[in-house]
């Protein structure tokens, strides 16, 4: 309930606040309706241009417990002074001293850091070596397979342009020209007759028969 009411207390005192804080609950409180507080750039009244506040009166338990703790704490500082006093060496002195050992606690660590990755570059540039001409084996085997390939087509290509090349030369030369053109047809007209007068069944197999000469009588069906 205290707590309460030194919080609904240090609310502002505007004409708003007063307005909401104006109820039967703030009323318990023993909250006054005041008007609220004027600026600074604003003119004291003449009736108040003389006012001298009275000073808050202390309690006095709380009073000795703030002058106990106040003299703690100059002991605690006084005794803080009398050791850096006390020190061999001033305090800006062991902080220059402090701050060199960490920049030279720095330095060698940052050498560290650097042999190390030195090291690693080292073991890695090794590894790299190592998986380029791994890398260079299998791809040489690739292309030599490739060309093995490569070599195989164009041998049987060449096969098939020579084939092409007999068949075509020796249809050139069975060809009919202006030079043999008599000679082939004095071969035409020297062959035999084909005799195209024979007998076909309904499905168009060709009869013919066994002997022409003796004229017989018994025939064969030739697919």
């Not at 007063?18 to 604003?42: H, M, Q, S």
């Not at 402090?98 to 190390?116: F, G, H, M, P, Y």
């Not at 260079?136 to 020579?162: C, F, G, T, Y």
Request: glycine share 2%; aromatic share 6%.
């Amino acid at each position: 309930m205290e707590s309460m009411r030194r919080s609904l207390l240090s609310l502002s005192c505007r004409a708003g606040c007063l307005k909401t804080l104006n109820t039967p609950e703030a009323t318990t409180f023993g909250l006054i309706n005041v008007r609220f507080r004027k600026r600074r750039d604003i003119r004291r009244a003449p009736s108040k241009l003389y006012y001298v506040r009275e000073p808050t009166p202390k309690e006095p338990v709380e009073f000795e417990m703030i002058v106990n703790k106040y003299r703690i704490y100059k002991t605690e500082v006084g005794s803080i002074n009398a050791f850096l006093k006390s020190l061999p060496t001033p305090i800006s002195e062991m902080r220059k001293e402090k701050k060199i050992e960490d920049s030279t606690r720095l330095r060698q660590n940052l050498d560290i850091a650097v042999e190390i990755n030195d090291l690693w570059n080292a073991d890695i540039a090794d590894q790299r070596e190592l998986r380029l001409a791994e890398e260079a084996v299998l791809q040489q085997r690739e292309d030599d397979l490739i060309l093995s390939k490569n070599l195989q087509e164009l041998e049987q290509q060449q096969i098939l342009a020579k084939e092409l090349l007999s068949q075509r030369s020796q249809r050139m030369a069975n060809a009919l020209d202006v030079e043999n053109l008599d000679e082939a047809l004095d071969e035409f007209l020297d062959r035999e007759p084909v005799s195209h007068n024979f007998a076909i069944t309904g499905k168009g197999q060709v009869v013919r028969s066994l002997d022409i000469d003796q004229k017989l009588k018994v025939y064969t069906v030739h697919k």
